[in-house]
């Protein structure tokens, strides 16, 4: 079993729909990441969390440390949205990664 | 003040050939971090090193790769007698070592033919 676990793993909606990723972890953790990575690209780190709810324009992360859950929440979605996004926790200095959803966002 | 740098971009590589791959960290930061990315799989961890020092090598395959970090310039990811399946793209990030940020270096992808 995978210590990050994150669903769906392929997520397609209509533009401005609200997005959900959600990321489950089995381990104790000092922080959680959430990154974006584009097509062919690099890697973008949107939050880290260690506790509680961030806010960037319209993304939107939160963390539940009892529960070892955290979601990314996309308002507003946009075809430029599109990309796969990477949840990583740091257990130790290292990051562990989720295997990433891949969300498409139809115009 | 520049972010990671890795370099280069994009190497090709023909098979029994050796690959380095370079990355400077963000200013300020002493703590590298090595991660490879296989075609169609999630990021891994290889290695992680500060200055002068190895500090978790437990990523690493056990023979042709090695990585250094040296008292001066950048961090080299050495890769010997490249094979097919060292295809991949290889990302770098660095941190200040207080767990409150990770940035990423553009990636290397290597190519072996």
């Known amino acids: 079993k995978n210590e990050v676990e994150q669903s769906p793993q392929n997520l397609t909606a209509q533009e401005g729909e609200f997005i959900t990723i959600n990321c489950s972890y089995s381990?104790?953790?000092?922080?959680l990441h959430w990154l974006q990575q584009h097509p062919g690209g690099g890697i973008v780190s949107l939050f880290m969390l260690s506790s509680g709810k961030k806010k960037h324009g319209r993304l939107i992360a939160t963390i539940n440390i009892q529960e070892k859950h955290s979601s990314l929440h996309i308002t507003a979605s946009h075809p430029r949205d599109s990309a796969v996004y990477i949840c990583a926790v740091t257990p130790n200095e290292k990051l562990t990664f989720g295997t990433g959803t891949r969300l498409t966002i139809i115009p | 003040n520049a972010g990671v740098m890795q370099n280069p971009r994009h190497l090709v590589r023909r098979r029994g050939q050796e690959a380095r791959l370079r990355c400077s960290p963000m200013?300020?930061?002493?703590?590298v971090y090595w991660y490879r990315q296989l075609p169609e799989e999630g990021l891994k961890f290889m290695v992680y090193?500060?200055?002068?020092?190895?500090?978790?090598e437990s990523g690493m395959p056990k023979e042709r790769f090695s990585a250094e970090f040296p008292k001066e310039g950048p961090s080299i990811l050495r890769i010997q007698q490249v094979v097919r399946g060292d295809s991949a793209a290889y990302f770098c990030a660095s941190s200040d070592g207080t767990g409150l940020g990770y940035t990423f270096g553009s990636g290397t992808r290597l190519t072996v033919v």
């Open positions: 200013k300020g930061h002493s703590h």
């Open positions: 090193l500060q200055k002068e020092n190895i500090i978790d």
């Open positions: 381990v104790g953790i000092s922080a």
